[in-house]
Nanobody, 123 residues
Framework: QVQLVESGGGLVQDGGSLRLSCAAS????????VGWYRQAPGKQRELVAG???????NYADSVKGRFTISRDGAKNTVYLQMNSLKPEDTAVYYCAANPSNYAGSNPAMYHYWGQGTQVTVSS
């Protein structure tokens, strides 16, 4: 059974940084495509960044140049480094994975989801 566990969320000031982690069990994470999503109150869940098994990545326009997605195969973990955080980045962040090498924005394509971690950016 595949399980994803996010960590690293918290409260940070405008302009600060956080690194989120998504640790997988029950699978070899490197074989899966992974996406980081976020959902703010009253808004739809949106893809922030994705990484394929090849290592290729894609980002939402709103986070390009500020966020970086990466993976550590040895630790079976995917990271989301978030720099220059803004209050509008406040949301619950989720990692999701699928075996189809899909790293796009359709949440229905992701088979596995974590429980989410709260990120709050104060102004």
């Amino acid at each position: 059974q595949v399980q994803l566990v996010e960590s690293g969320g918290g409260l940070v000031q405008d302009g600060g940084s956080l690194r989120l982690s998504c640790a997988a069990s029950g699978t070899i994470f490197s074989f899966l495509a992974v996406g980081w999503y976020r959902q703010a109150p009253g808004k739809q869940r949106e893809l922030v960044a994705g990484i394929r098994s090849s290592g290729s990545t894609n980002y939402a326009d709103s986070v390009k140049g500020r966020f970086t997605i990466s993976r550590d195969g040895a630790k079976n973990t995917v990271y989301l480094q978030m720099n220059s955080l803004k209050p509008e980045d406040t949301a619950v962040y989720y990692c999701a994975a699928n075996p189809s090498n899909y790293a796009g924005s359709n949440p229905a394509m992701y088979h596995y989801w974590g429980q989410g971690t709260q990120v709050t950016v104060s102004s």
